[in-house]
């Protein structure tokens, strides 16, 4: 049902897209490619760590066992891109999709994909609007409650593979204050909807941001950012197994990007993401449950001409349950390259 309401709302918004596009003065094409290689010390943490970001899917869903071993991790990436003008401004569609390609652990294997509309309002405001597509995300093997007809008895378990599909629709609003200053404010909607025998754990969820993006000097520009997130989970469905996943999120960010040489960019992000689960079932490990992740990253890029780039970079992950005795710390590094046409 939830997936049906989303692709109708997609159709929906093909109506005032196809107009837009019927206005349309003149257009251009691009397109562009990158490769990265990674090695991760531990698989099930691979994809959140990556994602967590401003400009990705931050709260990514909790992964409950984590330290699943270490791999090579490959990602190919392309996007296609239309650019024209029509009657209310610039006008820009994109498309992008990739994947990250587990060398040994190959059940962590999985795509994404990006549909984008851009439209520019005025001289100083635009409007975005974005489909994220994430299917068949793995998150290693955990434990799967069964359901119990009596809520006091105390729950089985067994282990199986915990895997799902992610869609989530999002608004962008930019309006440049000044030349140097750009204040965005977003809205998203998104459903995680999981496989067998954790499809209790479905989740809806609602997120509201904004950002700052400040050009310091032309060599260095900070952004910053803080999502507020609400997941919720249907209650009928988890009360047959006393566990419950939804959560309030605080999300924060800043990214500086300095410009050290001719061709030279590094790229210092870092993170900060509070996790409180509102689980209402005492026998539940989730219950009264809080997450820290604290996360680090570096990247340089040094641009070989205006269309070609090579990256390389390290990131570093801290995260805590309070109901652990032990931190989980993780660490990416790559390298990679990337050509537009």
Request: charge should be negative; hydrophobic fraction near 35%.
């Amino acid at each position: 049902m939830l997936t049906y309401k989303l692709s109708h709302f997609c159709r929906k918004l093909l109506l005032p897209i196809l107009l837009i596009l019927s206005n349309s003065l003149q257009a251009e094409w691009s397109t562009g490619i990158d490769f990265s290689a990674y090695y991760t010390d531990d698989v099930g943490l691979f994809a959140v760590t990556r994602r967590l970001s401003l400009d990705e899917d931050p709260t990514q869903p909790i992964v409950d066992e984590p330290n699943q071993g270490s791999d090579f991790v490959y990602e190919p990436n392309a996007y296609i891109r239309w650019d024209t003008l029509n009657t209310l401004g610039e006008f820009q569609m994109s498309l992008d999709a990739g994947g990250y390609i587990f060398q040994d652990h190959s059940d962590y294997t999985h795509g994404f994909f990006q549909i984008k509309l851009k439209q520019g309002l005025s001289e100083k405001t635009e409007i975005s609007l974005l489909y994220d597509f994430i299917p068949g995300l793995y998150l290693g093997k955990n434990s799967a409650p069964q359901a119990q007809h009596n809520t006091l008895e105390e729950h089985s378990e067994h282990e199986a593979g915990e895997q799902l599909d992610s869609h989530i629709l999002a608004a962008h609003l930019d309006y440049k204050l000044t030349e140097e200053l750009i204040l965005r404010g977003l809205v998203r909607y998104g459903v995680r909807l999981y496989n067998q025998p954790f499809s209790h754990r479905d989740t809806q969820f609602f997120t509201l941001g904004s950002h700052l993006e400040w050009f310091i000097t032309p060599d260095i520009e900070l952004i910053v950012g803080y999502h507020f997130e609400r997941g919720y989970t249907d209650s009928d469905k988890t009360a047959q197994y006393q566990d419950d996943i939804a959560y309030i999120n605080h999300f924060t960010s800043a990214e500086l990007k300095i410009h050290l040489l001719h061709g030279l960019f590094l790229s210092a992000i870092f993170d900060y993401e509070h996790n409180d689960y509102t689980s209402p079932y005492s026998s539940d490990i989730h219950h009264h449950g809080n997450e820290n992740v604290y996360q680090g990253e570096l990247e340089l890029v040094y641009e070989l001409t205006e269309l070609m780039a090579l990256k390389a970079g390290w990131q570093h992950g801290n995260r805590k349950f309070n109901y652990e005795s032990e931190s989980v710390r993780n660490n990416n590094i790559w390298i990679g390259a990337e050509y537009h046409f």
